[in-house]
């Protein structure tokens, strides 16, 4: 295998560096690889990290698992781990590049580009031709909590299989974005979840502890590391094909009375918005029976702002 000029064999485990850009400073932006071979041959799995720069929980999972060693002593395949492909969104606290462009709606990616389309592009190039399946982590954006959870291809059988496997507490079947990386990645017939887990700007333990988990579950199931005895591998996610936001009716301050990974009833009361003066409140009721997969942490809210984002299963 031979990624950006740098040979790694089967047994090696090597760092790669592959220059991005520059920074007006001069400073130089380079992309981290860590990638892991076995001796034997098997499947090459892309574990993923900060495509968005400010979605942080990603980037501390994928740093547990090296720092755990899950990768260290592979028994097969090859596992490439990218923890912060978006440097420049990290640096500067945002889900973005400099110029406002999101990595995740520039894929393949050009490298006459703008400076997305370029970030985008060294994914394709240099990686994506090597990788058989991955995973790619996310949170919800915006102070927007997302219960763990993950999210596979409609239509896409391989990224069904995957997202069982994975095994989160909660599997979303989600149509592709166009230029998003699970669909350049599609178009090369390479399946890819997304983990989404917590907010953005933020650690959420929970989330931490489902995407570790969730790694390894994969490594396991594809025969790249030993099973540990306390490990249980069936799949226990709750199966999701639909989702819906409720949203504000009005402006005020929001109170959420029921939080991300509860089942909520038709009609049951799951949150207040309340006037600064205290004269009104409106109470929020869910619309149906669902489970809440994401709620709004701002305490202040405008008419029309998403407040839950609700889930369920349609037959
Ligand atoms: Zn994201």
Redesign the pocket.
Known sequence: MKINGHEILPGENKKIKIRVGKLPSGTHINIFANVYRAKKKGKTLLVLGG??GD?IN?VEIIRRSIEQEYYEDLESGTVIVIPLLNVYGFINFS?EVPDGKDV?RSFPGVNTGSLASRVARKLTKFILPHVDMGI??????DSRYNYPQIRYSKGVDESKTLASIFNAPFMIEKPMIKKSLRKAANDRGIPII?F?GGE?KRLDDLSIEKGLAGIKNILYHFGMIKPEESDNHITTSIKINKTSWIRARDSGLFRALKKSGYQVEEKELIGMIKDVLGEESKNIHSSRKAYILGHNNAPVVNMGDALFNLGWQDK
């Open positions: 495509i968005h979605e990603g889900r995740n790619d982590f996310h949170t919800g954006g997304v989404e953005s």
